[in-house]
């Protein structure tokens, strides 16, 4: 039977500010990323969210990245080796006070945004990553984009990781995602988000932006929670997926 874990990227409002439909969306998910103040989030918005995904049986996962709330994570930053180990740790700190208030273990780690696009292709960058993640707790398993030099150095590293794809976004023939700022990155369609997962999950394979079919490991599926589709978008997925015999897990199971 074919196993995969759906994932949201949750705990995404801050202050006054609410971004995501949380409360629905994680009833639906098997895996949480948790935002850690960074790039959006905070203390009550974290701790919240914690407990939310408790109450649901959803794994919970740190979802660190740059320290850019005012661009939401997602424009490129130079930093050094040093500092992006620093970054990751306190972030999976954070969150990891939460989780263990709560009687809960910490299940993954998954950099956001800009963070994670650019560990996907930098080798040192996702050195950084991974090496701040073993020396936290060696056990956490590292979600990266499949193929991307994250996962090869998370392997490096000792760590367990996962592959994830993307229900909502769309690839480039290399099998990186298509940069937000181009027209057609992000996929509103539910019929045809649905339809792309079901590939990915079962025949290893999605079409390019440019029509191109390119091979792609599918371990996590990922609907971000602030699409205004992603109740939609992760209700047909998994009704889906059950239906074509796709057993619905956390990443623990699978990797």
């Not at 039977?1 to 969306?25: C, H, P, Q, T, W």
């Not at 699409?227 to 978008?233: I, P, R, V």
């Amino acid at each position: 039977m074919y196993k995969i874990d759906i994932n949201s990227d949750l705990g995404e409002s801050f202050g006054a500010y609410s971004i995501g439909g949380d409360r629905e969306v994680i009833k639906y998910v098997s895996s949480a990323n948790i935002a850690c103040g960074f790039h959006a989030g905070d203390p009550v918005v974290m701790q919240n969210t914690v407990l939310a995904a408790k109450a649901a049986g959803t794994a919970i996962g740190a979802h660190p990245g740059y320290y850019d709330l005012m661009g939401f994570g997602r424009r490129n930053m130079t930093i050094t080796f040093e500092e992006a180990k620093a970054y990751m740790k306190y972030q999976i700190g954070a969150l990891m006070a939460f989780t263990q208030s709560a009687g809960l273990k910490m299940q993954h780690v998954k950099p956001h945004g800009a963070l994670y696009n650019m560990a996907a292709v930098d080798k040192n960058l996702a050195r950084a990553i991974a090496e701040a993640i073993a020396e936290v707790d060696g056990g956490l398993i590292l979600m990266g984009l499949s193929g991307s030099k994250m996962l090869d150095e998370g392997r490096a590293c000792g760590l367990r990781v996962a592959s994830e794809v993307f229900a909502d976004r769309a690839y480039m023939e290399d099998g990186t995602l298509v940069p937000r700022s181009q027209p057609g990155s992000v996929i509103h369609d539910t019929e045809l988000a649905v339809s792309r997962v079901i590939g990915m999950v079962k025949n290893g394979k999605v079409e390019s932006i440019t029509g191109k079919e390119i091979t792609i490991q599918a371990d996590s599926i990922c609907v971000h929670g602030d699409n205004a589709e992603a109740l939609a978008f992760v209700q047909g997925i998994r009704e889906t997926l059950i239906k074509n015999g796709v057993e619905i897990t956390n990443l623990a199971s699978i990797v």
